[in-house]
């Protein structure tokens, strides 16, 4: 059995994007920036951001945090999104989320540029990777990294099943479109569950690919698997451990002892997807500069 390991996929990616970021600035004299916005106190999204501006720095790229209250009105917040989109030394720009309840998502992810939008999340983005367009668009860094994850481990994917457990607009969606693509590491039938899916072990269980992004701990147990398949669990859920320090722990949707006994590979949590995520936003901000610069 197989552990996917995406810190150390994530490691080998940071240095390939040093390497990069180091000889485009060699020709250029100009290096990406990246720009995230954080709108209030949520300590989980200040976590998160702090993650993604050491990351950055690491490359070598330039990281901009802009810290904005959660009383901030959403014309000041559309209005500075409007700055960053005329900013020529800004490539990508991320709106943290959740945003304060008086501010529009949708809106807020309509104001940002496209070709600046290292998340994916624009419906400019989605249509494009909808219509297979892989090109000229941004593909939302957790499905992305997965995709990125399947092609380093050589996962042969090409006609077999693969059933994405969740719908979200941030990975659900964009995983399973992505899944579909005629790619290396795609090409499969693709299967979707959510919420109102009646009985989902009997889809899950014809899953070569079985890839859990619902938010519930421990929810793909093992009688839910066929053996041999291979696993990605995106699920990152906070758990009581009174052995911790901080009185808890990170698990994914799939419970790991169970299914990895009998998957031939599986993603851990934490040290799977979760990892790839930021390394891929990197990669997104990576290429959003070279589209900029002609490279
Ligand atoms: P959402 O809550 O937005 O979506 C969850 C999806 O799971 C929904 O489509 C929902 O269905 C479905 N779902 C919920 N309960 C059930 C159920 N009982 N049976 C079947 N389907 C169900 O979450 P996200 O997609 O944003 O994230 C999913 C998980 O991945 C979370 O744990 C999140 O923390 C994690 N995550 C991890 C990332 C990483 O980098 N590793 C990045 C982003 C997210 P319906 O649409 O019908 O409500």
Same mark, same amino acid.
């Given at each position: 059995m197989l552990i996917i390991d995406g810190k150390k996929v994530s490691l080998d990616l940071i240095n390939e994007l040093k390497a990069s970021v180091e000889s485009f600035k060699a020709v250029t004299g100009k290096v990406p920036g990246l720009t995230v916005i954080i709108v209030g106190q949520d300590q989980a999204s200040q976590a998160y951001v702090r993650n993604k501006a050491k990351t950055c720095k690491e490359i070598g790229m330039i990281s901009t945090l802009i810290e904005m209250p959660a009383e901030t009105t959403q014309e000041l917040l559309l209005h500075t999104i409007h700055e960053l989109n005329n900013d020529? =030394?800004? /490539?990508g720009i991320l709106v943290q989320q #959740?945003? #304060?309840? /008086? %501010? !529009?998502e949708l809106t807020v992810t309509l104001a940002i540029n496209p070709s600046k939008d290292v998340d994916g999340f624009h419906p400019e983005n989605l249509g494009l990777l909808v219509m297979g367009d892989l090109d000229k668009c941004f593909v939302s860094p957790t499905p992305y990294g997965i995709l990125e994850l399947l092609d380093r481990y050589k996962i042969e994917t090409q006609g077999k099943h693969c059933v994405v457990v969740g719908r979200s607009n941030i990975v659900g969606k964009p995983m399973a479109n992505l899944m579909l693509q005629k790619l290396d590491a795609a090409n499969c039938t693709v299967t979707i569950c959510h919420s109102a899916t009646k009985n989902i072990p009997f889809f899950t269980r014809q899953a070569d690919i079985l890839i859990a992004a619902v $938010? /519930? =701990? *421990?929810? %793909?147990? =093992? !009688?839910m698997v066929k053996p041999g398949a291979v696993v990605i669990d995106v699920g990152i859920n906070y758990i009581d451990d009174p052995a911790k320090k901080s009185g808890c722990r990170i698990v994914g949707d799939v419970d790991f002892d169970g299914v990895s006994a009998i998957a031939s590979a599986i993603t851990p949590? #934490? $040290? *799977?997807?979760g990892p790839m995520t930021i390394a891929m936003l990197m990669k997104n901000t990576l290429l959003s500069f070279q589209r900029f610069n002609g490279l």
């Open positions: 020529p =030394a800004v /490539h #959740p945003l #304060p309840e /008086h %501010i !529009d $938010g /519930h =701990a *421990g929810f %793909i147990t =093992a !009688d949590v #934490p $040290g *799977g997807v």
